[in-house]
């Protein structure tokens, strides 16, 4: 965006120079200043109006025909990260965390209901995973869209490749039409329907469903473990979480490790754990609990209120990644 907006003042310059930037106003050619006024225009005007592939592509996705005869109400909305904050102002931080890219909203009629159609283009699967991620809650009704999806009343969202899918309507029979609009844009976006590869790694015995995570900021509170992998486990009587933090390379990873033992050392107790892996560790506080903690390559993994088998755990999780 920053630089569509230098290359836009440019072009803004070089119109008023040549209306402007004249030796002798009184004396040139009255003809040719007006040729090189409307030239000038003529290359402002065609560089502001190039076609914007990603904005071309979110158009094609709510092209009609569409379920319920469903008709646009007016010309749909596109958003960038400039002014994303016009729409969702207070939620647009979270968004721009992400990487997000562009957004189209468009309201359409489909009878007596009135339906909402926000489309995020988020750049990439994992981002677009993990702001959905971040706004789900266990309390929705779970449907097989996309990677997946959930409802509530009124909504239906979904994750499906780099797209964040956000549908609303109000009607008798929304759910039904909701659905099918999820199943049509859903179908037209095709690309990838799993979740990011690295969660695949992770065991899935125990794990709470629908309590995978990609967190880009302070994963447990803590900037230096970003971005991070979270999955939640039931174990027994006590739940737990398995967080995969992924450096640029392993000396990185072993610097979070040792800036993690640091911080339980300050707020509780840290020892070695050799038994676990090469400079891996065993701590506790009063506020978040026990950890274990190893590294494995560029990645550091890390299990909070483990099992009596966390130690297994923590050993499996380090032999699955790459």
Known sequence: MRTWVRCRCALVFLVFAAGLAVPDVGTADPVRLSVRRAEAYAAFSSATSLPDPAQEQLQKFLTSPLPGQAKPKEAASFYNPDNLYQYIDGGADVYLLYDFRRLIHQDFKSGSADITADIYDMGVPDNAFGI???????????????IEGYSSKGILNFVQDHYYVKLSAMSGSSETLLGSFARTLSQRIGGKKTVPALLTKLPTEKRIAHSEQYIRKDPLGHPFLAPAYVVGYSWSTKEGKLIVTVAAEPALAKARLEQL?????????????????????????????????????????ALLNPPANGAQILKSTAQSLP
């Not at 959905?132 to 996309?146: H, M, N, Q, T």
């Not at 038994?275 to 950890?291: C, Q, R, V």
């Open 132 to 146: 959905y991620a971040a706004e789900r809650s266990p309390r929705y009704k779970f449907l097989p869209v996309g």
């Open 261 to 301: 033992a640091k911080h339980f050392k300050d707020t509780g107790e840290c020892k070695p754990a050799p038994e676990l892996g090469d400079g891996a560790i065993s701590a506790k506080n009063s506020f978040e609990g026990t950890m274990i903690a190893r590294t494995q390559g560029r990645y550091l993994i």
